[in-house]
């Protein structure tokens, strides 16, 4: 595995971390605790020390399943980080609750969930310009920084984008951006990552792979099942993506390497990028994410 340091925050991030939404139901099928415990021993023993997760994959489900694993295992060795703004009602629906009031509540169910004293990486979770830029909500969560609940804020930006975010992060206290960057999805190159660099803010990179797109396993006019999230993409668009993930394959993905593993290691090749967060369904998906670290320079 190798290590780098998430932006200003001092955190010695893994390159490869485990995403967890899937812990929350979403991904077509429930986890039980003995799954995750499995997903999270294969991550610990190659080397991965990063969990993201949020307060909505579930109704604090995803966190509860990480923290009866952290209360079974040493703390110390995991860098924690989890998001807020949203309740879980049901599959794909959330109630957001952005308020400094309502942030304070979810803040201490995430702690209850999670069985840490304190969070990691606290990041304000997919809202509009307008809810991110409320003074309260960040003064509260200063205070919470200094009374030793979270170590570090950020901010996890709504996948259509938002510049002023990226732009309005440091001023607020955050020092690192979780983004949706992957090789269908170059934007953040222009939209994010020059106030990343300018600011020192650490990039953590979600849907590396696509929704699963850049592992190569499907093909034009695929069918997800209703209870997959990828089941309420937009056809057309899903069969533009597939094309281009085949022209990919033809053009760009080296012979003989597994076009997950080249899509991790695209991403980081971007100094800009801290850590990739894909998701996994079971330990032998940890170990191939893994892997594409050796395809990663120091």
């Known amino acids: 595995m190798r290590y780098r340091i998430l932006g200003s925050t001092g955190l010695r991030v893994s390159v490869i971390g485990v995403g967890t939404w899937q812990f ?59 998001k807020f703004g949203h309740r879980f009602n049901k599959f794909l629906d959330r109630t957001e ?41 960040w003064a509260m969560l200063l205070e919470q920084k200094g009374a030793g609940k979270v170590r570090h804020l950020g901010i996890s930006i709504l996948g259509k984008g938002s510049e002023a975010q990226a732009r309005e992060a440091q001023r607020l206290g955050a020092e690192a951006l979780q983004v949706i960057y992957n090789r269908l999805d170059r934007r953040p190159e222009q939209l994010y990552f020059p106030h990343a660099q300018q600011h020192k803010l650490g990039i953590l990179a979600r849907v590396p792979l696509a929704s699963g797109f850049l592992t190569g396993k499907y ?41 997950a593993q080249w899509a991790l290691a695209w991403c980081l090749k971007n100094p800009a990028v801290s850590t990739v967060i ?21």
């Open 24 to 82: 929350g139901g979403e991904w077509g099928r429930t986890f039980s605790q003995a799954e995750a415990d499995a997903i999270l021993d294969k991550a610990a023993e190659l080397g991965i020390n990063l969990i993201d997760t949020a307060e909505c994959y579930g109704d604090h489900l995803s966190e509860g399943l990480i923290g009866d694993y952290l209360s079974r295992h040493d703390r110390s060795k995991w860098i924690v980080a989890t």
């Open 97 to 137: 609750g952005f308020t400094a009031a309502d942030v304070r509540k979810q803040l201490e169910a995430s702690l209850r969930a999670l069985r840490v004293e304190t969070i990691d990486l606290y990041q304000f979770h997919s809202g509009s310009d307008s809810q991110l830029l409320n003074e309260d909500l």
């Open 219 to 259: 093909r034009p006019g695929v069918a997800f099942p209703a209870n997959d999230w990828r089941s309420t993409f937009e056809s057309e668009k899903t069969r533009k993506d597939l094309a281009e993930v085949e022209r990919i394959r033809q053009t760009e993905l080296p012979a003989g390497m597994p076009m």
């Open 278 to 298: 894909p998701g996994c369904k079971d330990p032998a998906q940890v170990a191939s994410n893994a892997a594409a670290a050796e395809l990663v320079e120091g």
